[in-house]
């Protein structure tokens, strides 16, 4: 019961008002923070290929314990996937919350956001737009690294990337991803008040410079670590699918 009395007024049995928005909120944050910290150091680990196609397999077998197993353990990288996938479910779920329910609530939030002229307002309306998407296509690539650890190296990554035609897909991934991630830490900082410190306006001025630094240095970032992908699928798009190996240069997937 006193769940339906919260549901219609909003407070609980005794009158208070509900603390579940609020909860909800900071896990909202929580969440958020958890997976904007995650892909920075992701493209940190993506873009290790601009280092060569060893650096890029080294970090690959260092996911997959080989300093412990020797070979590596692929199924370690499905596990940590599905950690991270776990999350964002979450994270979209608590995110919906903020959508706009329908075409008329999305009108007022618009035509609010053109009368305000207002940076804050506009990016948020980015983050829901770039989160609905994100909820289709980052799903795709999750479930392909979960189920396909294995194919996570130079020759492998870049076969799928050109010849599997997930260039597109990646590139909108990127734009989306990079650009959520920043504008949701910036936001987050800004409602939550983590470096108001005495001046709160200065602050607000030095946080958007922040967001505008990381924006352009991932997004720069993850642009030229995919073409650095597309040069080597371009370079052996007649091959069969192939997996790097610095020892023996190259050795074919095993079936």
Same mark, same amino acid.
């Given at each position: 019961?006193?769940?339906?009395i ?18 909800l ?5 929580? *969440? ?19 280092? %060569? ?13 080989? &300093?412990?197993?020797? %070979?590596g ?6 596990? &940590?996937? %599905?950690?991270?996938?776990? $999350? ?5 779920l ?7 329910t329908?075409?008329?609530?999305? $009108?007022? $939030? ?8 207002? #940076?804050?307002?506009?990016? =948020?309306?980015?983050? =829901? ?19 396909? #650890?294995e ?40 409602? =939550?008040? =983590? ?12 946080m ?6 990381? *924006? ?20 052996? $798009? ?7 190996? #610095? ?9």
């Open positions: 019961m006193n769940e339906v919260e549901a219609y007024t909003g407070q609980d049995s005794d009158g208070n008002k509900s603390r579940m928005p609020a909860k909120d900071k896990a909202l944050t929580a *969440s958020g923070v958890i997976l904007a910290i995650f892909m920075m150091a992701h493209m940190f680990f993506v873009s290790t290929i601009l280092f %060569g196609e060893n650096a890029m397999y080294t970090v690959t077998k260092m996911f997959e314990l080989d &300093f412990i197993f020797d %070979g353990l692929p199924f370690i990288v499905s596990i &940590f996937v %599905g950690i991270i996938t776990i $999350i964002f479910v979450a994270h979209a608590l995110g919906i919350r903020k959508f706009p329908s075409y008329k609530a999305y $009108i007022k $939030i618009r035509e609010h956001s053109k009368m305000m002229k207002h #940076p804050d307002t506009s990016m =948020w309306m980015f983050q =829901w737009i770039s989160g609905l998407i994100m909820m289709f296509i980052a799903t795709i690539h999750l479930y392909i690294m979960f189920t396909q #650890p194919n996570i190296g130079p020759y492998s990554s870049a076969y799928r990337v050109v010849n599997q035609h997930m260039w597109l897909l990646y590139m909108v991934l990127l734009i989306c991803v990079e650009l959520h991630g920043s504008i949701g830490l910036y936001r987050a900082a800004m409602k =939550w008040g =983590w470096f108001d410190g005495k001046n709160p306006k200065e602050t607000r001025k030095t958007m410079k922040a967001k505008k630094i990381v *924006s352009i240095f991932f997004l720069t970032l993850g642009v030229i670590t995919l073409f650095a992908y597309i040069k080597i699928g371009m370079d052996r $798009i007649d091959h069969a699918p192939m997996k790097y190996n #610095p020892n023996d240069s190259i050795q074919l997937m095993k079936k």
